[in-house]
């Protein structure tokens, strides 16, 4: 179906549910195995369609501190970080890791998906991410 339509973005939502589900919780390596596994297949699979790769994780909280599901192997597994939270009416992007751009803080105003957005800086999202029409 990539193929057929010619999608450029491949999403897997919320792929910490997945691993969580499909696991013993006391099962951690085989757990981490398992995440290995995908994100290899999933590399492998983006090259060769020449596709964008997006995996949402999530956060979870253990007393006062909050981290993410998937992990540090996880955060090792991905090219680009991004963090995507909100604040009252505030909606936030942050660029934590990439290899291509540089670590970036901006606000995503209510329109944005509907009149697109631009930093403080007045460079235009896309082109700080690097996406091009």
């Not at 540089?102 to 944005?112: E, I, M």
């Not at 998906?113 to 999202?125: D, F, Q």
């Not at 082109?127 to 029409?133: H, R």
């Amino acid at each position: 179906m990539l193929i057929e339509q010619k999608a450029v973005v491949f999403v897997i939502d919320c792929l910490a549910t997945l691993a969580r589900r499909s696991f013993d919780p006391a099962n951690v390596p085989e757990r981490q195995a398992f995440l290995a596994r995908v994100s290899s297949r999933v590399k492998t699979v983006c090259e060769a369609l020449q596709v964008a790769a997006l995996v949402t994780n999530i956060q979870t909280k253990e007393g006062d501190a909050s981290t993410v599901a998937l992990g540090e192997l996880w955060a090792h597994c991905v090219n680009t970080r991004i963090v995507l939270s909100s604040h009252d009416s505030d909606h936030v992007f942050r660029i934590m890791k990439s290899p291509r751009v540089p670590l970036y803080k901006g606000r995503l105003p209510t329109d944005a998906i509907h009149n697109g957005m631009e930093s403080e800086e007045g460079v235009s999202n896309s082109q700080i991410l690097g996406f091009y029409d």
